[in-house]
């Protein structure tokens, strides 16, 4: 059952598909709520109404399968993130219904769940995946307690997470000389540009990969972080892009989002390595585009709204010679035709950098490496966590600052300069 939010004017309402009548399809609308929050609380309620009535099934009856799904309408597609909901299917899709779909909801024991998790990590499951797929399914199981009243108790409460040696993986840290190698090898190409970005800020691809001109004040050397890109697989609607992901050419659209967190609106300082790399590009994009005419590929912006009420950005390419009223998007990262160069597009450098570079690398590396390197010599933690854009300084220590030779030295150093210790 599909559900949803809308604004119409200066109030909200819902809306949620009734099935088919007579061969036609009917929905159910109420509006004049003040807030998106209020009409998604009532939402919930009248589906739940709706369910209980017994015009589809009674609570008692309900399959794991059949509530998965509603948890899905009422809760996932409302409340997460685009990307979020993708992770979610997949592990709905790819582990939950599998193994419990058939089983009555009301059914689920906490032995049959602990046997379940045991079996995660026998058959060798990282510990973060197995972890994301009980979460997932225990916050499932949440839901249908409150608001939706199907169960009174979580099984999965009683399950107790299997412990899984975290396993080491490869080194994400780039030395300057496996930096180097990387510059020389993509100096000319499309992948240059993003490199230099994520070496010298710490930015996340997302965040790279949806920069414009506009972004970039060459006067202060500063770039601004308000917006990432996604890609949107058949239009809006996550679960037909789980469903479709065997496909050979999924049908799919690049558009700005939110950042990743409130934090993750910010302004960053960059130096003249970064500048001068900068101005180079921009001059170069400003002659290509003359030398192209109305052949250059450029990119506009369209408006449209997502599942939850909200605005999007689609981002659309079409050929400068029909460009009309639309907003023009002055991406960074293009092609000398104007072509766009996407995170997906990024994935044959990091191909090449394994393969003939023989480096343990993604762009995350990039981001890793800036904040490691700054930390190593001195940098103020507060300004690294600033720089990276998060809300939590935890993270920043425990996720993104690795320990290194030098940081030991200079600790062995400290302490002796404290002690007075002296050479042998």
């Given at each position: 059952m599909t559900g949803g939010t809308r604004k119409k004017g200066t109030t909200w309402y819902y809306y949620f598909d009734l099935g088919k009548v007579n061969g036609k399809r009917k929905k159910k609308e109420k509006g004049g709520f003040k807030t998106k929050k209020e009409a998604q609380l009532a939402l919930t309620a009248a589906i739940h109404e709706f369910h209980c009535s017994g015009q589809v099934f009674e609570p008692a009856n309900i399959t794991v399968s059949d509530y998965l799904d509603e948890w899905y309408e009422l809760f996932c597609k409302l409340n997460l993130k685009y990307s979020t909901q993708i992770s979610y299917l997949r592990i709905i899709e790819g582990h939950l219904k599998p193994k419990f779909g058939i089983y009555k909801l009301k059914a689920l024991k906490p032995s049959t769940l602990q046997e379940y998790a045991n079996s995660l990590k026998l058959n060798g499951y990282s510990r973060?995946?197995?972890?994301?797929?009980?979460?997932?399914?225990?916050?499932?199981?949440?839901?249908?307690?409150?608001?939706?009243?199907?169960?009174?108790?979580?099984?999965?409460?009683?399950?107790?997470?299997?412990?899984?040696?975290?396993?080491?993986?490869?080194?994400?840290?780039?030395?300057?000389e496996d930096w180097q190698k990387i510059l020389d090898r993509f100096k000319d190409s499309r992948y240059y540009i993003p490199l230099m970005i994520g070496f010298y800020t710490g930015l996340r691809i997302s965040?790279?990969?949806a920069l414009t001109w506009n972004d970039i004040d060459f006067e202060k050397k500063t770039l601004t972080v308000n917006k990432q890109m996604v890609k949107r697989n058949f239009g809006a609607d996550a679960r037909k892009a789980v469903e479709h992901q065997t496909e050979k050419k999924p049908q799919s659209s690049w558009y700005f989002t939110s950042p990743k967190t409130i934090s993750s609106n910010r302004t960053i300082a960059f130096g003249n390595t970064l500048y001068l790399a900068l101005k180079k590009e921009w001059e170069k994009q400003q002659r290509k585009e003359e030398e192209n005419g109305d052949d250059y590929t450029i990119y506009?912006?369209?408006?449209?709204?997502?599942?939850?009420?909200?605005?999007?950005?689609?981002?659309?390419?079409?050929?400068?010679?029909?460009?009309?009223?639309?907003?023009?998007?002055?991406?960074?990262?293009?092609t000398e035709n104007g072509q766009y160069t996407s995170t997906d597009s990024f994935?044959?450098?990091?191909?090449?950098?394994?393969?003939?570079?023989?480096?343990?690398?993604d762009y995350h590396s990039l981001r890793h490496t800036h904040a490691t390197l700054l930390i190593e010599s001195g940098a103020d933690i507060?300004?690294?966590?600033?720089?990276?854009?998060?809300?939590?300084?935890?993270?920043?220590?425990?996720?993104?600052?690795?320990?290194?030779?030098?940081m030991e030295?200079?600790?062995?150093?400290?302490?002796?300069?404290?002690?007075?210790?002296?050479?042998?």
């Amino acid at each position: 059952m599909t559900g949803g939010t809308r604004k119409k004017g200066t109030t909200w309402y819902y809306y949620f598909d009734l099935g088919k009548v007579n061969g036609k399809r009917k929905k159910k609308e109420k509006g004049g709520f003040k807030t998106k929050k209020e009409a998604q609380l009532a939402l919930t309620a009248a589906i739940h109404e709706f369910h209980c009535s017994g015009q589809v099934f009674e609570p008692a009856n309900i399959t794991v399968s059949d509530y998965l799904d509603e948890w899905y309408e009422l809760f996932c597609k409302l409340n997460l993130k685009y990307s979020t909901q993708i992770s979610y299917l997949r592990i709905i899709e790819g582990h939950l219904k599998p193994k419990f779909g058939i089983y009555k909801l009301k059914a689920l024991k906490p032995s049959t769940l602990q046997e379940y998790a045991n079996s995660l990590k026998l058959n060798g499951y990282s510990r973060s995946h197995i972890c994301s797929i009980l979460t997932i399914f225990q916050s499932a199981l949440n839901y249908a307690i409150e608001p939706l009243h199907y169960i009174n108790q979580n099984p999965m409460k009683l399950v107790k997470f299997p412990k899984v040696e975290k396993k080491a993986r490869e080194r994400i840290i780039l030395t300057l000389e496996d930096w180097q190698k990387i510059l020389d090898r993509f100096k000319d190409s499309r992948y240059y540009i993003p490199l230099m970005i994520g070496f010298y800020t710490g930015l996340r691809i997302s965040e790279t990969f949806a920069l414009t001109w506009n972004d970039i004040d060459f006067e202060k050397k500063t770039l601004t972080v308000n917006k990432q890109m996604v890609k949107r697989n058949f239009g809006a609607d996550a679960r037909k892009a789980v469903e479709h992901q065997t496909e050979k050419k999924p049908q799919s659209s690049w558009y700005f989002t939110s950042p990743k967190t409130i934090s993750s609106n910010r302004t960053i300082a960059f130096g003249n390595t970064l500048y001068l790399a900068l101005k180079k590009e921009w001059e170069k994009q400003q002659r290509k585009e003359e030398e192209n005419g109305d052949d250059y590929t450029i990119y506009v912006l369209k408006k449209e709204t997502d599942e939850k009420g909200n605005d999007m950005f689609h981002t659309i390419p079409i050929k400068k010679r029909n460009k009309g009223e639309q907003l023009r998007i002055p991406f960074i990262c293009i092609t000398e035709n104007g072509q766009y160069t996407s995170t997906d597009s990024f994935k044959f450098c990091s191909r090449i950098i394994h393969k003939e570079l023989k480096l343990a690398f993604d762009y995350h590396s990039l981001r890793h490496t800036h904040a490691t390197l700054l930390i190593e010599s001195g940098a103020d933690i507060k300004n690294v966590q600033a720089r990276l854009g998060h809300s939590n300084i935890q993270t920043t220590l425990q996720t993104y600052v690795h320990n290194t030779e030098k940081m030991e030295q200079r600790s062995v150093a400290l302490f002796e300069k404290i002690t007075g210790g002296k050479d042998s």
